[in-house]
């Protein structure tokens, strides 16, 4: 009886890591569906020049982050929105026409689980600072930056 158990026990650990391998590829596989091109915004910093993972949940995003990636903010956004604008949007052009989640950056935000919607055109810039983590859209997706090496 004891080693029915024992082996019944090292299946399950076999099916659990299984279970935790084909996780990881999916992450790995949406990644790949994803890929960027990125462009360099500091000594340690780049980002992507394309919105990523678009109709995702805030929560799906965050699932899906590697442990040097982050959610570009709104404070980020608008800096080099600025720049771009500046550039005769010669840099950072993708930033012309988006619409994208933010993390909110006020402690009552972060302790009510709110995030944002960041839009910017040719006509303006909008951010809507009541959005549910919960909302998806196919036009809605992030900016991700990642800290290089």
Known sequence: MINLNKSIQQKQEQINKLNRDIEELKKDLEKEKNKSEWIKISNKEEI????????????????????????????????????????????YPFLKDFW????????????????????????????????S????DAGLGVFVVRSIK
């Open 48 to 91: 992507s020049v394309k919105q990523l993972y678009n109709n995702k949940t805030y929560a799906e995003i965050q699932k899906l982050l590697n442990k040097n990636e982050r959610i570009a903010d709104y404070t980020l956004l608008r800096d080099l929105r600025n720049k771009a604008f500046e550039s005769n949007w010669t840099i």
């Open 100 to 131: 994208v989640f933010v993390p909110q950056e006020d402690k009552v935000s972060e302790k009510n689980n709110y995030v944002a919607g960041f839009g910017a055109d040719s006509d303006g810039a909008i951010l809507g600072c009541n959005w």
């Open 133 to 136: 983590p919960g909302d998806a």
